[in-house]
């Protein structure tokens, strides 16, 4: 081995100096010497160590700016109330340890194939998706996720992204895992796993299927009663909200491993099925391989997915082809007279000089686009482009594209440029100068009054190498009114800059999609091609509001603009973009006092779910007066107010209101409030539980430490499951208000028992009129007349509340508040201090001899008389 060969291809390495022959040189040297891999990881180590040093330092020198954006009003797009600015500093450093995020490439190939050289402790793999933030070697990769509805958003991994050792919650859809030995998970939410490495994981909840090749037999599953090791090929698992699992043999054989059964270790081959209580004793079952989820079922889910939203897409085109502001819309979609035409679909109203040509096409290739049945061209060489003019000129103007970037292979890849010198855009795809395996959307702009100046607005690193390969959408606001200029990522914010003066950012443009060649005959190194896909473009000359930006990234979210200034949910002026909802749709509502939604009449397309106050910083209020309003369409989608950090109101007075399951402040921030005062309340579904034995109900106020309160003061509420107050450091308060609600049946309605759960701080409030109150029913669903312990249980955990007073003039008397057909577990239910305890008490009494409680009353008395 030449050792000062090596040396010097280390250092071309490292300098990201390799050329595909020196590349294969390096190559060759590393995979036949044990010496020279060695020396790659000493010298690996130390490029992390500074570069990790480097990114210390980055917050405390003075250099290139970055903005933050800390929020946007939706509601108010006034440059005073969400340019919120906070800048960061950083500096250059030394050039020779950026080569240090490449060793990604290598190190899945060296590591594995050659276990006698370990990495060092302080090598660092793998880059996460958080900018500067450093993670261990990745053990596996979240290949898919269809319909998934995260636990934690914020914490949630992203499609394509190498993972660590973590934990995954998700409450409902399909996700598919694979680790760094090749074993493919397919879970099926409500569910609770964990990724321990690339032989290992937990599964505390839910449905997998778990297919596994050669390099990966051996894989561990554990569970809290069992222990599964697969010995080849395929094995599918339920693990239920009370622990009992399911384990059911595919393909080949497993090892089962209790470790409290008498005969802890089982062999079970394919076809065969098994129950595991949760005392770990075995029971055979009948094999259920086609109730877990597979690749077959995630590659359908995806197929399903993908055509609702090419539905909801081409819903949203039809829309926008007819906005007067639209100059520009290119569906990818061909053209059948000719495929070098992409014909512009705008319905710009004017004289024919006004209106933006078709495009030309020149090179690039028909291709797939987001979703099956979707097209989209392919740029690939540096001809590629799409050719089109604009004319006019325009002070203000919004573009939106969705790409598919699948190589960074150039400085600049061009998204949308100006044909010429003059005044025009540069949008592109800028690599990051610290780190060439990030990437920055930049745009750049000359000012015309200094012919020689560039106006350059960058974001901060938003493309990363796990990014590569799948469909995001970009757009710019540029704002000339307001002097603003934004730029988005998949509806996102991801900077906002000031603009100096009203300049005019296009006049008369001559434009290219996808490449660049300036017209002043410049060196040919200024043509900078675009590798990847487009299958959308559109350009409006005005500046869209964030919340229009939103709308048309998420295909199946309608946002509520109240743009018409009524309040109608029926009218579609009334919805951002007028996209109303239809069937299937989500709605979000983040809107409150003067423009507040409000739902009066008719019947509400079947829905997916609403969200009232839907994300930080927002405020959403939903008043429902009549008609019958329903969001029932996946079972698996539950209404929510207040959620994400946001805060939701809605007020029902009248009409008929079936939801799947309400959630009411749900998460750290959030708070939330259901008043009913009138009409109909159905909730006809549960949220399933994600971990422990507790289950969730139809009806759960203040989860996961959210604010939630539900008042009921007239009308009927009847659910399908249960009542859950305060769980997961949570605080709840379910309130009756008087006796004008004509009944309150938790779990009076189809299969499934209600219950109630109350944990501490949260509480249950009673305020007693004139006519007593309406009494709480916690019904058993199928009641056999036996009491058999089984539903309608009632839970106060210690230190939860009760609160009473009364609605007008106090009295003296005794009333009857809760009843339920179960068990009653109290372990410390008490007053809230503001109670006068020398006025109150409260008793759990047994009205019907059956030995047991089954009624919470309390009782009011004079305390002056003796």
């Known amino acids: 081995m030449d050792t000062q060969r090596l040396e010097q291809l280390l250092d071309l390495y490292f300098d990201e100096g390799l050329s595909p022959e020196t590349k294969a040189e390096l190559e060759e040297l590393l995979l036949g010497f044990p010496q020279a891999r060695a020396l790659f990881w000493e010298r690996a180590s130390l490029n992390a160590v500074l570069r990790q040093q480097g990114q210390e330092a980055w917050g405390q020198r003075d250099g290139e700016k970055e903005l933050v954006a800390d929020r946007v009003r939706f509601s108010n797009p006034t440059p005073t109330s969400w340019l919120n600015r906070q800048w960061l500093t950083r500096q250059k450093w030394m050039s020779s340890v950026i080569a240090a995020s490449l060793l990604v490439a290598v190190v899945g190939l060296w590591r594995y194939a050659f276990t ?55 409450e409902s859809g399909l996700v598919e895992i694979q680790t760094n030995r090749g074993a493919l998970i397919a879970v099926e939410g409500p569910a609770d796993i964990e990724i321990v490495s690339d032989m290992e994981m937990i599964c505390r909840n839910g449905k997998m299927r778990v297919d596994v090749p050669p390099p990966a037999h051996g894989f561990l599953v554990r569970t809290s009663n069992v222990n ?17 699992a399911q384990v059911h043999v595919i393909d080949g054989l497993v090892e089962l491993v209790s470790p409290t059964n008498a005969v802890p270790m089982r062999e079970l081959r394919k076809g065969e099925s098994i129950g595991v209580a949760m005392e770990g004793t075995y029971q055979d079952i009948s094999p259920t391989e086609e109730m877990f989820p597979s690749h077959e079922k995630v590659l359908s889910k995806i197929e399903a997915a993908g055509i609702r939203q090419l539905r909801s897409w081409t819903r949203r085109r039809n829309k926008i082809i007819r906005d007067p502001s639209c100059v520009v819309y290119f569906d990818f979609e061909g053209s059948q007279q000719n495929d070098t035409v992409l014909p512009n679909l705008a319905e710009k109203s004017g004289a024919a000089t006004d209106v933006a040509l078709d495009g030309t096409i020149v090179g690039c290739a028909w291709t797939e686009g987001r979703w099956s049945g979707k097209q ?39 998204l949308l440029m100006s044909g010429d010198d003059n005044l025009g855009i540069q949008w592109q795809i800028a690599r990051d100068e610290q780190d060439p395996t990030l990437g920055r959307l930049r745009l750049a702009h000359r000012d015309s009054s200094h012919a020689n100046s ?36 998949d509806g996102k914010l991801v900077s906002v800059e000031r603009l100096k003066s009203h300049e005019v950012l296009l006049k008369d443009g001559q434009l290219e999609l996808g490449n660049w060649t300036s017209n002043g005959q410049r060196a040919q190194s200024l043509v900078r091609n675009f590798n990847g896909r487009m299958d ?44 109303e909802p239809l069937r299937g749709d989500s709605v979000r509502i983040n809107l409150e006092g003067a423009d507040r939604a409000v739902f009066s009449e008719g019947d509400s397309r079947i829905l997916r779910s609403i969200y009232v106050g839907s994300s930080v910083g927002e405020i959403g209020e939903l008043e429902i007066t009549g008609g019958s309003l329903k969001a029932v369409v996946n079972p698996d989608r539950h209404t929510r107010a207040g959620v994400k950090g946001g805060e939701g109101l809605i007020t029902q007075s009248g009409g008929y209101v079936k939801l799947n399951a309400l959630q009411i402040g749900l998460d750290p921030g959030s708070c939330g409030v259901y008043r009913l005062l009138d009409g109909n309340l159905s909730l006809t579904r549960r949220v399933n539980a994600l971990r422990g034995n507790e289950p969730i109900g139809s009806l759960d106020i203040g989860p996961k430490r959210g604010i939630g309160t539900f008042i009921i003061r007239g009308g ?60 709480l029913s916690i019904l058993r669903a199928r009641d056999d007349g036996e009491n058999d312990g089984i539903g309608g249980d009632v839970t106060f955990e210690a230190d939860a509340l009760l609160h009473v007073g009364f609605v007008g003039a106090a009295q003296t008397g005794s009333w009857d508040i809760m009843n339920w057909h179960g068990t009653l577990t109290d372990l410390g239910l008490r007053f809230a201090d503001e109670v006068d305890q020398a006025v109150w008490r409260f008793e ?3 009205t019907d001899a059956s030995g047991g409680p089954d009624t919470l009353r309390v009782s009011a008395s004079d305390p002056n008389v003796p």
């Not at 933030?133 to 319909?147: N, P």
């Not at 350059?456 to 970009?474: C, E, K, M």
């Not at 959308?536 to 930006?549: N, S, V």
């Not at 208000?737 to 499934?752: K, R, V």
Request: charged share 25%.
């Open 116 to 170: 006698e050289v370990d990495a060092p402790d302080s090598f660092v793999a793998q880059q996460t998706g958080n900018e500067g933030a450093i993670a261990d070697t990745w053990v596996a990769i979240l290949r898919k996720a269809v319909a998934v509805d995260w636990s934690d958003s914020a914490e949630a991994p992203v499609v394509g992204e190498p993972m660590a050792s973590r934990r995954i919650q998700f």
């Open 228 to 244: 599964v090791v697969d010995r080849g090929t395929s094995f599918a698992m339920n693990v239920g909200e009370d622990r009992d």
């Open 376 to 414: 989209a061209l392919e740029f690939k060489n540096v001809f590629d482009r799409v050719l089109f003019s604009v004319p006019g000129s325009h002070r203000s103007l919004t573009c939106i594209a969705s790409v598919r970037l699948d190589a960074m292979d150039s400085p600049l890849s061009a």
């Open 454 to 489: 560039m106006v350059d607005f960058r974001t901060r690193p938003i493309f990363r190498p796990q990014n590569l390969g799948t469909w995001i959408q970009l757009a710019f606001v540029w704002d000339g009114e307001n002097q603003t200029f934004s730029q988005f990522r």
């Open 536 to 579: 959308e473009f559109m350009m409006f000359d005005r500046a869209l509001r964030p919340d229009a930006i939103q709308s048309y990234q998420n295909m199946e979210d309608v946002l509520w603009s109240n743009d018409a200034g009524d309040n109608a949910w029926n009218n579609s002026e009334n919805w951002t973009e007028r996209i």
């Open 716 to 775: 009927a509420l009847k659910t399908r499951s249960g009542v859950s107050l305060g769980r997961e450091g949570g605080v709840g308060t379910f309130s009756v208000e008087g006796a004008a609600a004509e009944f309150i049946h938790i779990g009076s309605q189809a299969d499934l028992d209600g219950f109630w759960r109350q944990h501490s701080r949260s509480t249950l409030k009673v305020m007693i009129d004139d006519q007593g109150v309406t009494p």
């Open 844 to 846: 759990f009494v047994d």
